[in-house]
T-cell receptor, first 111, second 114 residues
Framework: NAGVTQTPKFQVLKTGQSMTLQCAQD?????MSWYRQDPGMGLRLIHY???????DQGEVPNGYNVSRSTTEDFPLRLLSAAPSQTSVYFC??????????FGNGTRLTVT | QKEVEQDPGPLSVPEGAIVSLNCTYS??????FMWYRQYSRKGPELLMY????GNKEDGRFTAQVDKSSKYISLFIRDSQPSDSATYLC??????????????FGTGTLLAVQP
């Protein structure tokens, strides 16, 4: 049972480049979400999804896009990376009434 | 003011000590309270999950919720070096099954010295 799988583990981008962070879960969870973790700021919600085809914005959505075509996958897209997006990104999933299960994160540096 | 406040530490204790970790919050609508443990370069993992007020015990870990004071605590008995990690509190309102948005504290870094 893999749980929540995030790829890549590390990434370095130049300002203006685009990339997609991948997230997949094998627990048939309806709810999926993306957080970023920065020193002193804790985990902040970027976007979330309550099911295939349904997404919504969290606390810090600017600069990020998401889509959810299947229950299992919830990719996060950076269209034009900025140094302020240097962070650790976590994907998490759950049943609606249950606790969140996290992946091990993607460490992104934008130069 | 943040919705959830947590002392970042670091907190350093000797092996075998009782550790007390705390969070305060401002939203009286929070009903579900969680504690996560995060080892360096790993994702948060769930330790305790409680609903409303009261205590919950699981092995060496005890979670307490005092909704009247808007205060939650995690106690670790007989602390071990393997408990060294960042501890995150998290909470949410009752969305009635519509979503599962959590609000996190900033985390407390704990070091248990052998």
């Amino acid at each position: 049972n893999a749980g929540v799988t995030q790829t890549p583990k590390f990434q370095v981008l130049k300002t203006g480049q685009s990339m997609t962070l991948q997230c997949a879960q094998d627990m048939n969870h309806e709810y999926m979400s993306w957080y970023r973790q920065d020193p002193g700021m804790g985990l902040r919600l970027i976007h979330y999804s309550v099911g295939a085809g349904i997404t919504d914005q969290g606390e810090v959505p600017n600069g990020y896009n998401v889509s959810r075509s299947t229950t299992e996958d919830f990719p996060l897209r950076l269209l034009s990376a900025a140094p302020s997006q240097t962070s650790v990104y976590f994907c998490a999933s759950s049943y609606f009434e249950g606790p969140l299960h996290f992946g091990n994160g993607t460490r992104l540096t934008v130069t | 003011q943040k919705e959830v406040e947590q002392d970042p530490g670091p907190l350093s204790v000797p092996e075998g000590a009782i550790v007390s970790l705390n969070c305060t919050y401002s939203n009286s609508a929070f009903q579900y309270f969680m504690w996560y443990r995060q080892y360096s370069r790993k994702g948060p993992e769930l330790l305790m999950y409680t609903y409303s007020s009261g205590n919950k015990e699981d092995g060496r870990f005890t979670a307490q919720v005092d909704k009247s004071s808007k205060y939650i605590s995690l106690f670790i008995r007989d602390s071990q070096p393997s408990d060294s990690a960042t501890y995150l509190c998290a909470m949410r309102i009752d969305y009635g099954g519509a979503t599962n948005k959590l609000i996190f504290g900033t985390g407390t870094l704990l070091a248990v010295q052998p």
